[in-house]
């Protein structure tokens, strides 16, 4: 009986003392492309070790995240990045839906090369040689 008793008080202070977390998962798509997942997207939460990719259906899963306050930040190469507050709570799950718009760039954004960029072209092809 005594084994019994000590058994129990056991796990039920094992539980009080467990520390439960969240997780955060979503699906990332391309807004240009009619709404398709978007392969590969980076999806971190700033300032932490937190980081992952979505995979072939656009969807990403972060797991074991202690409670707070965070951002979560989306990126992939050639779109515009998407930034977003969560509060994750203990035993919760986040769903995150968020579409990405391809970058546009302006004229006054990109700089071009003329013949004048090179003053000394013998000592650029000098340097390529060695």
Same mark, same amino acid.
């Given at each position: ?17 467990? =520390? ?7 699906? *990332?798509?391309? #807004? /240009?492309?009619? @709404?398709?997942? !978007? ?13 992952? =990719? ?7 899963? *972060?797991?074991? #995240? /202690?409670?707070? @306050?965070?951002? !979560? ?22 769903? *995150? ?34």
């Amino acid at each position: 009986m005594k084994i019994t008793l000590f058994f129990l008080a056991f796990v039920c202070t094992i539980n009080l003392f467990a =520390q439960e977390e969240g997780t955060i998962r979503g699906t *990332i798509f391309d #807004i /240009e492309m009619n @709404n398709e997942p !978007l392969l590969f997207a980076d999806v971190q939460i700033k300032d932490t070790e937190f980081k992952t =990719q979505t995979n072939f259906r656009g969807n990403f899963e *972060i797991q074991n #995240i /202690e409670p707070g @306050n965070y951002i !979560l930040k989306v990126t992939f190469l050639g779109y515009e990045s998407y930034e977003t507050p969560v509060e994750v709570t203990a035993a919760n799950t986040i769903e *995150i839906t968020q579409g990405l718009q391809a970058k546009t760039l302006s004229l006054s954004d990109m700089s071009f090369a003329d013949e004048n960029t090179l003053q000394n072209q013998e000592t650029a092809f000098t340097s390529l040689d060695k």
